[in-house]
């Protein structure tokens, strides 16, 4: 019954993530060119560090772990973990599932051209909870009526929803989401402010004849 709820948040999880991001950081330009740069390191830097983490920690998502184990034709699954969960009151599998592989969405992360440029075990930190709260603290001054702010608030809540239903995270990969978010903010304003220090010294050294 709630079929179409599901095929939407496919939907969802493989276009606002990107597409979301680009119109602000376009909107940021036009709006906000005072603090761009700011912004910009941010999610400069934040994305960064997820990557560091994808490379360094990498973690499977949910809905991987009751998909076939890797071998030489293929697969990226967990099917060959043996764990007391999943077997967990008469249950044979972990119970996620992967709804883009059985309903239907833009794309497959784990099969055809997706499963060559994405990266399989990138669960931990979510950047879509990362960018998404990027969204709207940079957006936020902008929001002067109380249906924007609510709005703004909606897309992180609505993607952390998004993220568990369809089995691509756990709750505490968006809370990992969220630490690169603040660790971003704090390198990309540092890097901001001395940016501004660099230029306001060159100015004074070389002053307006």
């Known amino acids: 019954p709630h079929l179409w709820?599901?095929?939407?948040?496919?939907?969802?999880?493989?276009?606002?993530?990107?597409?979301?991001?680009?119109?602000?950081?376009?909107?940021?330009f036009?709006?906000?060119?005072?603090?761009?740069?700011?912004?910009?390191?941010?999610?400069?830097?934040?994305?960064?560090?997820?990557?560091?983490?994808?490379?360094?920690?990498?973690?499977?998502p949910p809905r991987l772990l009751?998909?076939?184990?890797?071998?030489?034709t293929g697969g990226y699954g967990g099917a060959c973990i043996e764990h007391e969960l999943r077997n967990y009151n008469g249950a044979t599998n972990f119970g996620f599932s992967d709804t883009v592989a059985e309903f239907g969405g833009p794309w497959a992360f784990n099969e055809g051209p997706a499963?060559?440029?994405?990266?399989?075990?990138?669960?931990?930190?979510?950047?879509?909870?990362?960018?998404?709260?990027?969204?709207?603290?940079?957006?936020?001054?902008?929001?002067?009526k109380r249906w924007k702010r609510i709005a703004l608030f909606l897309y992180p809540a609505t993607t952390l929803f998004c993220i568990v239903v369809t089995g691509n995270h756990f709750w505490l990969d968006g809370l990992g989401g969220l630490v690169v978010f603040v660790v971003g903010y704090f390198i990309?304003?540092?890097?901001?402010?001395?940016?501004?220090?660099?230029?306001?010294?060159?100015?004074?050294s070389h002053p307006a004849q």
């Open 5 to 28: 709820l599901i095929k939407a948040m496919n939907t969802y999880y493989g276009t606002a993530h990107f597409f979301v991001t680009l119109g602000v950081f376009i909107l940021l």
């Open 66 to 72: 009751d998909a076939p184990c890797p071998s030489a």
């Open 115 to 144: 499963a060559s440029l994405s990266n399989q075990y990138a669960a931990m930190p979510s950047l879509h909870i990362g960018w998404s709260t990027w969204c709207v603290f940079a957006l936020w001054p902008l929001a002067k």
């Open 188 to 204: 990309g304003t540092y890097l901001h402010n001395a940016n501004h220090r660099r230029l306001d010294a060159r100015m004074a």
């Open 30 to 60: 036009k709006r906000r060119p005072d603090v761009f740069g700011q912004w910009r390191n941010t999610l400069a830097a934040m994305t960064g560090l997820a990557i560091i983490g994808f490379v360094l920690f990498p973690l499977m």
